[in-house]
């Protein structure tokens, strides 16, 4: 059996309304030396028949079916087990690639000897009249950077995991899997892959489409789920100390850290719930010092506007009184 360059890897669960765009986007590559694995991760609508006749229609789909619900980690893992390819690329079950994304990736990492090339992405939104809107998560100037200075710029700005063609080793030989069952998977892995790479590459392109307007945990409310990030914020730096990583990026990392564990879970306390879990927030601010020290003496955070900080500090201390405010000004707002 040929080994193919490349693997995508796709989890779906209950994706039937998509599977035409994305799984049609990827088998639709200018690029014809890969392979589609879906895994479908216990789908109770008709996601696994529509992925079974694509791989009745082109040999290049593989599918994995699970009768149990291993959420988007689980499933990613398992295909990248079954994976042949020397390169992975991850794409979800609701987003698509643009027509000539492995081919031009490919190239890229032919070209530049690369084991990691990243590229940007676009935003659209069906039901917002097909607005669209590209993402540069690395920044404009990224695809100029090469060795450290891209790799720090990778921990300043994390991009999503899916916004790169990894070699398969640096998933596989690094133990870097994604943890199951949960959300917010990507945060305890995706630093960490990107850190790994040899020779990373950025090219300056956008290459994915990623669907803003479906419904995730990541944008939902009163989901207790949305604490599964702080797990990951610890994984996360677990992985980067255990492969030698931390040292170089001590000062990155642990802002990362930060942001992950105590800031945006700070702000999702407060706006992400119709009342603050109180337990949760105190939880959360009486321990980021446990991995990180002192955050406040952190170069990139004294950096950052007092405004900024002051913001952080007021959502730290007093939650309920800003839920209030907040709430008092979206109704003043509203009479205007």
């Known amino acids: 059996m040929d080994v193919p360059v490349v693997s995508v890897v796709m ?11 994305s799984v049609g986007s990827v088998l639709g590559q200018t690029f014809a030396d890969f392979e589609l694995i879906c895994f479908n991760d216990a789908s109770t609508d008709g996601s696994l028949a529509m ?53 031009r990736c490919v190239a890229a990492a032919m070209r530049e000897d690369a084991d990691m090339v990243a590229y940007d992405y676009v935003r659209f939104s069906p039901s917002r009249g097909g607005e669209e809107a590209r993402v540069c998560p690395l920044g404009a100037d990224a695809s100029e950077l090469r060795g450290d200075a ?9 991009a999503p995991v899916w916004s790169a063609m990894y070699e398969r080793r640096l998933i596989t030989d690094n133990g870097l899997f994604f943890p199951e069952g949960v959300f917010y ?42 604490f599964d990030r702080l797990a990951s914020a610890v994984a996360l730096l677990g992985h980067v100390k255990r492969l030698g990583l931390y040292g170089r990026f001590a000062d990155e990392l642990d802002m990362l850290f930060v942001d992950q564990y105590l800031t945006h879970t700070v702000y999702g306390c407060v706006y992400r ?3 603050v879990p109180v337990l ?30 002051l913001k952080l500090r007021a959502h730290m201390a007093a939650p309920r009184l800003i839920k209030l405010l907040s709430a008092a000004s979206r109704r003043l707002r509203g009479r205007r």
């Open 273 to 275: 719930f119709s009342k």
């Open 185 to 226: 998977e990507d945060n305890a892995v995706a630093a960490a892959i990107q850190l790994s790479a040899r020779n990373p590459v950025k090219i300056d392109a956008a290459l994915y489409r990623y669907r803003f307007d479906n419904v995730s945990v990541t944008r939902s409310t009163d989901n207790y789920r949305f």
């Open 11 to 21: 989890p779906v669960f209950n994706a039937e309304a998509f599977l035409g765009l």
């Open 280 to 309: 949760r927030h105190r939880y959360v601010c009486r321990t980021v010092s446990r991995y990180v020290g002192d955050f406040r003496r952190n170069p990139y955070y004294r950096a950052r506007p007092l405004g900024m900080r």
């Open 51 to 103: 992925l079974r006749a694509f791989g009745q229609a082109d040999g290049r789909v593989r599918v994995i079916d699970s009768t149990t619900n291993v959420k988007q980690g689980g499933g990613r893992n398992r295909a990248v087990a079954a994976a042949r390819g020397r390169f992975v690329v991850f794409v979800d079950a609701d987003d698509a690639l643009e027509p000539d994304a492995l081919e």
């Open 150 to 158: 891209l790799r720090r710029r990778m921990v300043q700005r994390p």
